[in-house]
């Protein structure tokens, strides 16, 4: 188990979308549940994960069997970005890979609109985490109309195969969907214009997909319902609010972490020879005790330490 205490609340279970149809509506994008206390309390507390975190982490890349790939999904300026920068950046980025998936290229358009996604995959031990995702091909497909009808509803299907086959493998899925008011996207993306260091993020298309909000919104509701399974459900983090959000989601992701309980693998050799063999001082033979090499294919976990970082 992990040496660190984890705090008592359930945010999985706060913010689990329930199995059904879905009205986004019905989901306040600034409610706050479960939280701490105000901005500067809950800030308090997410530095309060890292610890623990970090010991996880470290855990689950020594084990070297399973997974984690964190899905992060929302409209522009819902946080993406954000959630690697604030929450991931408390992992040891040796453990980390992080994808993010833009406007497919000409390759990537000739194959199966998975293809990329397989070739992105967390390898074992890591935690991977993508900016968007396979979902932008029932999202933004559905709402400028890139594929048939009949196409889209063939994806969700195959999505839901695809996810099942990944929790199979050892890969446990943590699906997140940044909701955020229209009102919370227009101060985003007003203070983007106001500030010339933000103007590199600033892309004069969002402008331009924020009048098809609503379209967006049922894509979103129909790919929540469609793709929201028991092994791999959705998660509505309300996300108006950047500091909740990062806390909810860092939160999320100690929960899955404890649930999974990554131990450290047992060593192959003998402690206690390698012990001798050390105080004994270079050039000086120890005899060996029967035993097998160490040879697990890792090298050591994170060496280094957490205050190198």
Known sequence: MAQF??????????LRLPPGPVDLRTHA???TPHAPGDKKRTRAVRSEQEPALADL???????????????????????????????VGMLNPQGCQIVSFKKPTEQELGRHFLWRIRRGLPLRGMVGVFDRSHYEDVLIARVH????????ERRYAEINRFEQRLIADGITLVKCFLHISAER?????????????????????????RRRWADYQRAYELALERCN??????????SDRKWYRNWAIGQLLLETLTGLDPEYPPVDFDV????????????????PVPGRRFDHGLSPPFSGGRTER
């Open 57 to 87: 982490q470290e855990r689950l890349y020594a084990e070297h069997s399973r997974r984690i790939l964190l899905v992060l999904q929302g409209m522009d300026t819902s946080g993406k970005g954000g959630v690697i920068k604030h929450v």
């Open 145 to 152: 109309e890139l594929a048939e009808p009949e196409t889209i």
């Open 185 to 209: 996207q227009e101060e985003r993306l007003l203070a983007r214009l106001d500030d010339p260091t933000k103007h590199w993020k600033f892309n004069p298309g969002d402008v331009d997909e």
């Open 272 to 287: 206690e020879q390698q012990r001798r063999r050390l105080i004994a001082g270079p050039g000086k033979r120890v005899r």
């Open 5 to 14: 205490p984890v705090m008592a609340v359930n945010i999985s279970d706060a």
């Open 29 to 31: 994008s600034s409610s």
């Open 229 to 238: 399974t028991e092994q791999g459900p959705w998660y509505v983090v309300p």
